[in-house]
């Protein structure tokens, strides 16, 4: 019985040993050399493989970084600017300072300020029906409501408000863009955070003229350039129908706001003080419209506006 | 009989306004005429705001190969150039004229004699044909001259005229076909000078005994001309299913049907080729069909291109209560539009008013693998995994399995029992993939 | 008027639909189930209405509970797998026994995968083995099929013919001798053989198949390959020895056969998309059921022959494309 034992553990416990000297050899043998910075990069890297920073994956990226040599063009949305220090530090770089960015609605044709006008009854995603027809609110530029960009996000940072049909950001963005690349109206951009969170952008981007714009969606940009002209920084630029702002240039003046005649332009995270300010000269001002519509308008817009983005104070 | 033997589906006919004799409809108050009626390029307009025109003058001209000039279908004062809503929304540039009377451009012969002599030769049909706006009156709306320009070493064995109407409810064909069927003949043998071919085959559906009969005798006066009946079967009006069913001759994957030797041409557009060498008028009225289960009147109008579709509605007796969808089109293959005020266009073949509880589509379950759409696809593909890859964004998957052959009839989405629009994911997976082969063949 | 509505065309949809798919089988089911009822007594009724009770139960459960999703009992497949199962197993088999095999059948075969149109494998044949060869004795001993017109049978039990044939074979007797033990095929046709609920009756089962055919449920493909492979294959060794290999006719009127090719390998979920996927795939359960016939353990292959070829279906469905349009 212990002779047994003995030959079997004896020959299995040699072959064993045979098989591990051989696989070490072989291991070295066929071994790929790989800079090991890659393997610290990688490490300080989030790990959440979103294809953000524009390569397959944070591996493909460390691996990418390493190999360039300088951080030029690599900027990991995610991590932001703790992790491309640390990553810095480990390859001896300096990193670029880059000024975190943010997806921006730019569109506010809700079912309020564009009303339904048609029933969709096609198949839920945004690829289609922007193919399809116009829209049900009848802005052929304006959001389908369909939700292709909060299915495309990976980070929970953008929902769908069933009250408005329009989607919303929050602060969980870290602008990675899935969700512009999968907009087919390019509604949505990515523009930077700002000073205290705060942003202005034209929330329209129809190019038709002022008057069938202004007839599907009461918020719409109508053409006028009023912005245009009061900019005091150059930093909007008129262009096919429509006001374009231009992030770098923009100062947080808010003069643009003031003047747009429908609520186009939206002001974000600034004190609440200066809306009621300008709902007075709303009142005060002599429009074209009747004044049923343009108290509906100021209201509306008041609330859409503030429903738009999530303010910092809120919770996430 | 003869049919196409690979898929195809039943729909009911519902030929509601297959006895309405075409009627006239009233010269509206204004019309719209958009510039781009045609497949390809929009035309250029050639008038300005204020201009005098009369019926047949052109006021849009062809901008490229591939576009087709566009006549005025009144006579009165061009009110202004801009945008138009079309059927799906979009703002599309449009000619506006105020009418005033029904004066008509004196290069047009108006009598009703029909006129068989030919007297233009190939080229001059060609020219006529481009000259005079002519485009594909089937629903493609493709410029006539171009299909009339055969390239060296290729031959036409035969004009195939299309007179089978396979969607349901659509009616404007086979009225065409009885009461201006001599000059529909007529129009299909200057196509076949034009195309130098002497044999013409022309296939109509089983449902349309009488306009069989009609054109059998009539075509024994025009030599090289056979009236083939078909069997009934959707979508037996499809080019590549019509060639198959009368000739046997299958066209190649991605090839014109001049690949087989063959040019497909609608009757209605044989009749606009008549109507044009013969009498010298360009295309700016078509039969168009106005029908649906609630409304009062079913009926086929011969309408100026530009009408409101509402007038045609209230023609035929007021939009029913009812009323869910409006089409334009069948109901295979038709577009839904947003609201009755868009134009006729060169391509509109009938305004369907659908009820609401037909409208409204069934909610989709999940699929049984019952291969029932692969059964009834007239091009042998497989409609559920193309859906199904288009849906988990597989293109690549999508463009293997031969989605760019996909003629987009709708009987798979017609007979899914499980109410898959599967014809919705397959357009989506056809997009992409064309985009994506697109941008391959650029680099 | 409310507003109108707009989606991509088509704009109208045939009467097709899931319910009246699957209503259909449970209709072209039933002239079995009267002649189950015919021969069984109502020990048939009894172990049909616990298989489709506990089916539907247990559908309804796991949707609730697994997959979450709005309830699917309805649509009437539960139904049909509650009396396939039925159909496959004897009268006489306990009621908890049924109940255990509705619980596999409906929750490993079916809900497991997803649910309904997402299962690989035949549910109802999932619990039939499993129940064979977990219940071996129960499973195999049938009560002997006398009309009900005769007054309530005594509980006697007996072998199957194929059980006959397989047994007095492997005693090394011949044909002749133990074709003179079974009945005759007349009465294999009509019924009136032992048996499971379901595979008794030959005649009322092809009913059922010409229901479904005409009603554009099945394909002739799976029903029509399946039995003409068995036909060919088990004709060739009949007429090489006759002694020793049993008549074609036997092989497509016992057993399963009728059942299985008809109701059992058509499941439109388990099988090829294609026509000609359809083709192979019967005849590789032809050929399977064959072979486990003449050589296996077992006198029926049936079960085995269809789960077995349902593994292959994704590989033929791959490989059996239909014929394209312009592209030869």
Not at chain 1, 221 to 246: H, L, Q, T, W
Not at chain 3, 32 to 53: C, E, K, N
Not at chain 3, 139 to 157: E, F, L, Q, R, V
């Amino acid at each position: 019985m212990n002779e047994v034992l003995i030959y079997a553990v004896g020959s299995l416990g040699a072959i064993g040993i045979v098989a591990a000297i051989i696989l070490y050899f072989v291991a070295q043998k066929f071994k790929v050399y790989e800079d090991p910075r890659i393997d610290e990069v990688e490490e300080v890297l989030p790990s959440a493989n979103c294809g953000g920073c524009g390569y397959a994956g944070c591996r493909a990226f460390a691996e990418g970084l390493v190999k360039a040599g300088n951080m030029e063009g690599f900027n990991c949305p995610v991590g932001g600017a703790d992790v491309m220090q640390q990553v810095a530090g480990i390859l001896g770089l300096v990193a670029d300072v880059t000024e975190p960015m943010i997806a921006v609605i730019r569109c506010n044709g809700s079912f309020a300020n564009s009303p339904k006008k048609v029933q969709y009854d096609g198949i839920s995603t945004c690829a289609s029906a922007s193919v399809l027809y116009a829209g049900d609110g009848g802005c052929s530029f304006g959001c389908l409501g369909e939700g292709d960009c909060v299915a495309a996000c990976d980070f929970d940072a953008i929902h769908m408000n069933p009250e408005t049909g329009l989607p919303e950001v929050n602060n969980k963005c870290i602008a990675c863009g899935a969700c512009v690349e999968a907009c087919p109206r390019d509604i949505i951009e990515l523009r930077n955070v700002g000073k205290k969170e705060r942003r202005i952008f034209v929330s329209c981007v129809n190019e038709e003229k002022g008057a069938p714009a202004k007839k599907n969606c009461a918020v719409a940009c109508i053409g006028c350039s009023k912005c245009f002209n009061v900019c005091p920084f150059d930093a909007i630029e008129m262009k096919n129908n429509r006001a374009y702002i231009d992030y770098e240039k923009c100062k947080l003046c808010r003069k643009c706001v003031d003047v747009c005649p429908t609520n186009a332009i939206h002001e974000i995270n600034f004190p609440v003080r200066k809306l009621i300010v300008k709902e007075e000269k709303e009142k005060a001002k002599k429009d074209t419209s009747a004044a049923e519509a343009k108290e509906a308008v100021s209201t509306k817009t008041v609330v859409s506006k503030n429903t738009n983005e999530v303010n910092k104070t809120e919770e996430s | 009989m003869q049919t196409f033997k690979l898929g195809g589906v039943h729909p009911p006919e519902n030929k509601l306004s297959a006895e309405s004799v075409i009627e006239t409809l009233a010269i509206p108050k204004q019309v719209i005429v958009p510039v781009g009626q045609q497949l390809g390029a929009p035309a250029t307009p050639v008038v300005n705001r204020g201009d005098e025109v009369k019926v047949g003058q052109l006021i849009a001209k062809a901008s490229g190969f591939i576009s087709a000039n566009i006549h005025s279908p009144v006579s009165g004062k061009v009110f202004k150039i801009d945008n138009v809503y079309d059927a799906s929304g979009f703002r599309r540039p449009s000619i506006i004229i105020n009418v005033e009377g029904d004066e008509w451009l004196d290069t047009i012969d108006r009598s009703d004699d029909i006129d068989a002599e030919i007297k233009l030769n190939q080229k001059e049909i060609v020219n006529k044909l481009n000259e005079m706006g002519i485009v594909g009156l089937g629903g493609a709306t493709f410029p006539s001259y171009v299909k009339l320009m055969i390239p060296d070493g290729k031959k036409v064995d035969y004009l195939i005229i299309n007179g089978v109407e396979c969607e349901p409810y659509l009616t404007s064909d086979h009225r065409l076909m009885m009461e201006k069927g001599e000059e529909m003949l007529i129009g299909a043998t200057i196509l076949m000078k034009g195309l130098n071919t002497d044999k013409a085959m022309v296939g109509i559906e089983n449902n349309k005994p009488d306009a069989i009969e009609h054109l059998k005798k009539l075509a024994t006066k025009y030599k090289g001309i056979s009236i083939h009946p078909l069997k009934v079967k959707y979508p037996q009006g499809g080019e590549k299913q019509l060639i198959k069913a009368l000739t046997g001759r299958e066209v190649p994957s991605g090839k014109l049907p001049l690949e087989v030797g063959c040019v497909v041409n609608n009757v209605g557009t044989a009749f606009a080729v008549y109507e044009a060498v013969q009498k010298n008028k360009p295309l700016f009225e078509r039969v168009v069909t106005v029908t649906g289960k609630s409304i009062k009147k079913p009926s086929n109008f011969m309408v100026r291109v530009g009408t409101p579709v509402k007038d045609l509605i209230e023609a035929a007796n007021g939009l029913p209560e009812d009323t869910g969808k409006i089409i334009s089109g069948g109901p295979m293959m038709g577009k839904a539009v947003l609201n009755a005020g868009i134009p006729v266009v060169k391509g509109t073949s009938g305004i369907l008013l659908m009820p609401e509880n037909e409208a409204k589509r069934a909610e989709p379950n999940t699929c049984i693998r019952c291969g029932k759409c692969v059964s009834v696809c007239p091009m042998g593909l497989e409609p559920f995994l193309i859906s199904k890859s288009a849906k988990l964004a597989k293109f690549d998957v999508v463009e293997k399995e031969m989605v760019m052959d996909c003629i987009e009839c709708g009987s798979c989405s017609y007979t899914c029992p499980s109410n898959i629009p599967l014809l919705d994911y397959i357009r989506l997976g056809k997009n992409k993939v064309g985009q994506i082969i697109r941008n391959r063949n650029q680099k | 008027m409310s507003l109108l509505s707009i989606s991509a065309s088509p704009h109208v949809h045939g009467d097709n639909s899931v319910k009246k798919i699957m209503w259909g089988v449970v209709i072209a089911m039933v002239p079995a189930m009267l002649v189950s009822i015919y021969y069984f007594g109502l020990d048939a009724v009894r172990v049909t209405l616990i298989a489709v009770a506990a089916s539907l139960f247990f559908e309804w459960l796991f949707q609730k509970i697994l997959i979450k999703g709005p309830d699917t009992y309805m649509d009437g497949s539960a139904v049909i797998t509650g009396v396939l199962l039925a159909f496959n197993v004897p009268s006489n088999l306990p009621w908890w026994i049924i109940v255990i095999g509705a619980l596999v059948a409906i929750g490993m075969g079916k809900m497991s995968f997803g649910g309904l149109g997402k299962n690989v494998f035949n549910p109802a044949l999932v619990g039939r083995v499993f129940l064979l060869v977990s219940f071996p004795v129960q499973m195999t001993s049938w009560p002997k099929a006398s009309p009900i017109t005769d007054g309530i049978a005594d509980a006697i039990t007996g072998p199957t013919p194929l059980g006959i044939v397989k047994e007095g074979l492997d005693a090394g007797l011949t044909i002749e001798q133990v074709m003179a033990q079974v009945p005759s095929f007349m009465q294999q046709f009509i019924g009136g053989v032992g048996g499971s609920l379901g595979e008794v009756s030959a005649l009322a089962l092809l009913l059922g198949g010409f229901y479904m055919l005409w009603k554009k449920i099945i394909t002739w493909e799976i029903p029509v390959s399946i039995l003409l492979t068995v036909l060919v294959f088990s004709g060739i060794f009949w007429l090489i020895d006759p002694t020793h290999y049993v008549n074609p006719l036997f092989h497509l009127l016992t057993g399963g056969m009728m059942l299985g090719a008809i109701f059992m390998a058509t499941d439109m979920v388990s099988s090829p998309m294609s026509r000609n996927g359809q083709l192979v795939f019967g005849v590789g359960i032809g050929l399977i059921t064959v072979v486990i016939r003449m050589w296996g353990a077992y006198p029926e292959g049936m079960s085995f022959a269809i789960l077995l070829m349902n593994g292959v279906t994704p590989l033929l469905n791959n490989a059996f494309k239909p014929k394209r349009f312009g592209r030869n």
